[in-house]
């Protein structure tokens, strides 16, 4: 079984500050950890995804995140947040389970941006 | 524009009454996710079908079935509707079901009302 703890459902940063969203993940098996941002009213965008390899993913719209197998995280930050950033972020984990990839998501970060 | 279309975009129906949502995936892709999002449950995955077949099951009710066609479309059926079915029904497609995480493009999402 996976699960997802985003920690915090709401976050505000002033435009300019650092954007910290956290995520840890619960899986039994090598996970694949991704980020997606939801828009009011749309559907999921892809921001990144770790599969393998690297640690350090970069996303679209100059996020990165950064899997810690110790820790069990995957936190989203970005170092200079803009207001078109104001959006609900969510952490997701997948892995093979009888060859399907189904996503667990968490409970969303809802961001808000204070100019 | 993630590719994949989602119809109806709105749904207003009442308790007890049956109702279809479409799902067109990326052009390419052979493999369909149904998602829910509700406010109490979040996301929550349905089910998933690859090339036609049924792939995995998720926290689908034993009301609402799902099919994938020929033509890799999937309808998603929702019957003897409650208060509760009312929420955002997404459809996500990727290019595989297997070996690899493929990355998952989601739709517009469906929302229904259950009045």
């Known amino acids: 079984a996976q699960s997802v703890t985003q920690l915090g459902s709401h976050v505000s940063v002033s435009e300019g500050a650092l954007v910290l969203l956290r995520c840890n993940y619960s899986s039994s098996v090598p996970p694949y950890l991704f980020w997606y941002v939801q828009y009011p009213n749309q559907g999921l965008q892809l921001l990144l995804k770790y599969t393998t390899g690297a640690t350090l993913v970069k996303g679209i719209n100059g996020f990165e995140a950064e899997f810690k197998k110790s820790e069990t995280s995957f936190h989203l930050t970005k170092p200079s947040a803009h207001m078109s950033d104001a959006a609900e972020y969510f952490c997701a984990v997948s892995s093979s389970g009888a060859g399907s990839y189904q996503l667990t998501f968490g409970k969303g970060t809802k961001l808000s941006v204070i100019p | 524009d993630s590719g994949v279309t989602q119809t109806p975009k709105h749904l207003i129906t009442a308790t007890g009454q049956r109702v279809t949502l479409r799902c067109s995936p990326r052009s390419g892709d052979l493999s369909v996710y149904w998602y829910q999002q509700s406010l109490d449950q979040g996301l929550q995955f349905l089910i998933q079908?690859?090339?036609?077949?049924?792939?995995a099951k998720g926290n689908i009710l034993e009301r609402f079935s799902a099919q994938q066609f020929p033509d890799l479309h999937s309808e998603l059926n929702l019957s003897s509707l409650e208060l509760g079915d009312s929420a955002l029904y997404f459809c996500?497609?990727?290019?595989?079901?297997?070996?690899?995480?493929?990355?998952?493009?989601f739709g517009p999402g469906t929302r229904l009302t259950v009045t």
């Open positions: 996500a497609s990727s290019v595989g079901g297997t070996g690899t995480a493929y990355e998952q493009y």
């Open positions: 079908y690859y090339n036609g077949e049924e792939r």
